[in-house]
């Protein structure tokens, strides 16, 4: 039996299972299938599958969705078959192809949920990917939330409507492609995985082994960096949630006492007080900034946190200076402003 967590599964659920046709989603399904058959202990739960075509590998993606399809019938699993225009979608938005076939997954995904089609939407992460993921977002210089990674169940926020679940994020790669042979089951082979151009496969086929001869146990090393780099995040926005309403002023003073505040929320402002942010420990300051921030609709680079820091007169920057009426231009079109008292954030979306 393959290893699977059933933490976030629950007795009853419309579980729905994506898959590809790959290793690890054909293995999840019928770990899945299996677990739900057993006599006793049994999931207790309604499966059925997803699978979307991204039009983007021609006959081998038309030959992945007929694998699929097959593999269902057998297993006498319902499927969801959702096409999406990738080629399209890349042309209008200018992502690459693998930020649109994740963003088109995951609307179809997202779909299924908002419209009551599912309770959970199941995916086949594994803990290779786990390890992939945080070293990715570590090469990119990822904050803590950054390094979190892949989460085990995650609550879509719009619409807040079911889940999406990941019980495979504990197995290895090797562990699926061993219970597969032992059940002599095939599974469909991506041939853009094998594609170095892409980042994940790069990491995946050259720097991963690398790595590997200095810490042979490297995957479960970064997947515990994400485990712990969750655990902190969601302590650290507690103890946000509690503070910023007391650090956080809207909108900016004017004469005589009060505070000017616009009701366009295209022009949203918001202000904290420079000595209670001094008061601050510097962990604290820099997600103050950046709760701030986001409560605008931006998000902060290290880089610019570190220059409203010194903005405030909190640290030094060699182009930022401190003094009353500085402004700094950030990008999401956020405005920082300092006066005496203050540090003024707004965002102008005209």
Same mark, same amino acid.
């Given at each position: 039996?393959?290893?699977? $967590?059933? @933490?976030?599964?629950?007795?009853?659920? /419309?579980?729905? &299972?994506?898959? =590809?046709?790959? *290793?690890?989603?054909? +293995?999840?399904?019928?770990?899945?299938?299996?677990?739900?058959?057993?006599?006793?202990?049994?999931?207790?739960?309604?499966?059925?599958?997803?699978?979307?075509?991204?039009?983007?590998?021609?006959?081998?993606?038309?030959?992945?969705?007929?694998?699929?399809?097959?593999?269902?019938?057998?297993?006498?699993?319902?499927?969801?078959?959702?096409?999406?225009?990738?080629?399209?979608?890349?042309?209008?938005?200018?992502? $690459?192809? @693998?930020?649109?076939?994740?963003?088109? /997954?995951?609307? &179809?995904?997202? =779909?299924?949920? *908002?419209?009551?089609? +599912?309770?959970?939407?199941?995916?086949?992460?594994?803990?290779?990917?786990?390890?992939?993921?945080?070293?990715?977002?570590?090469?990119?210089?990822?904050?803590?939330?950054?390094?979190?990674?892949?989460?085990?169940?995650?609550?879509?926020?719009?619409?807040?409507?079911?889940?999406?679940?990941?019980?495979?994020?504990?197995?290895?790669?090797?562990?699926?492609?061993?219970?597969?042979?032992?059940?002599?089951?095939?599974?469909? @082979?991506?041939?853009?995985?094998?594609?170095?151009?892409?980042?994940?496969?790069?990491?995946?086929?050259?720097?991963?082994?690398?790595?590997?001869?200095?810490?042979?146990?490297?995957?479960?090393?970064?997947?515990?960096?994400?485990?712990?780099?969750?655990?902190?995040?969601?302590?650290?926005?507690?103890?946000?949630?509690?503070?910023?309403?007391?650090?956080?002023?809207?909108?900016?003073?004017?004469?005589?006492?009060?505070?000017?505040?616009?009701?366009?929320?295209?022009?949203?402002?918001?202000?904290?007080?420079?000595?209670?942010?001094?008061?601050?420990?510097?962990?604290?300051?820099?997600?103050?900034?950046?709760?701030?921030?986001?409560?605008?609709?931006?998000?902060?680079?290290?880089?610019?946190?570190?220059?409203?820091?010194?903005?405030?007169?909190?640290?030094?920057?060699?182009?930022?200076?401190?003094?009353?009426?500085?402004?700094?231009?950030?990008?999401?079109?956020?405005?920082?402003?300092?006066?005496?008292?203050?540090?003024?954030?707004?965002?102008?979306?005209?």
């Amino acid at each position: 039996m393959l290893p699977f $967590s059933r @933490e976030y599964l629950r007795p009853g659920d /419309r579980l729905c &299972a994506a898959v =590809s046709g790959g *290793a690890d989603s054909v +293995a999840l399904l019928l770990a899945l299938h299996a677990a739900n058959r057993q006599p006793k202990e049994s999931l207790g739960v309604v499966l059925s599958a997803v699978h979307v075509h991204h039009n983007l590998r021609g006959a081998e993606a038309d030959a992945d969705a007929a694998f699929v399809a097959d593999l269902c019938t057998r297993l006498e699993v319902s499927l969801h078959r959702i096409d999406a225009d990738a080629p399209a979608h890349i042309e209008a938005t200018g992502e $690459s192809m @693998e930020e649109a076939a994740r963003n088109l /997954r995951y609307a &179809a995904f997202h =779909s299924l949920l *908002a419209t009551n089609q +599912a309770d959970a939407i199941l995916t086949a992460h594994t803990l290779d990917d786990q390890a992939e993921t945080v070293l990715m977002k570590l090469l990119r210089g990822a904050w803590t939330d950054g390094l979190s990674a892949i989460h085990p169940v995650l609550i879509p926020e719009k619409p807040k409507t079911g889940r999406i679940i990941r019980p495979l994020l504990a197995t290895r790669r090797s562990q699926i492609e061993t219970y597969l042979r032992d059940l002599n089951q095939p599974w469909r @082979e991506d041939s853009s995985n094998a594609d170095t151009h892409h980042t994940r496969n790069r990491v995946r086929h050259e720097l991963m082994p690398l790595l590997r001869t200095f810490n042979p146990n490297l995957d479960q090393a970064l997947a515990n960096i994400a485990e712990l780099a969750r655990d902190e995040e969601s302590r650290w926005q507690s103890e946000i949630a509690r503070l910023l309403p007391q650090l956080l002023l809207p909108g900016k003073p004017v004469r005589g006492g009060g505070r000017s505040v616009s009701t366009n929320p295209a022009n949203s402002a918001l202000s904290i007080e420079i000595e209670r942010l001094r008061s601050l420990d510097p962990a604290l300051r820099r997600r103050v900034l950046r709760a701030a921030a986001r409560q605008l609709g931006a998000r902060l680079s290290f880089e610019e946190t570190a220059r409203l820091l010194a903005l405030c007169g909190l640290q030094r920057h060699p182009t930022v200076t401190s003094r009353n009426g500085a402004i700094l231009q950030l990008s999401n079109h956020l405005r920082a402003e300092r006066s005496i008292r203050e540090l003024r954030l707004s965002r102008d979306l005209h």
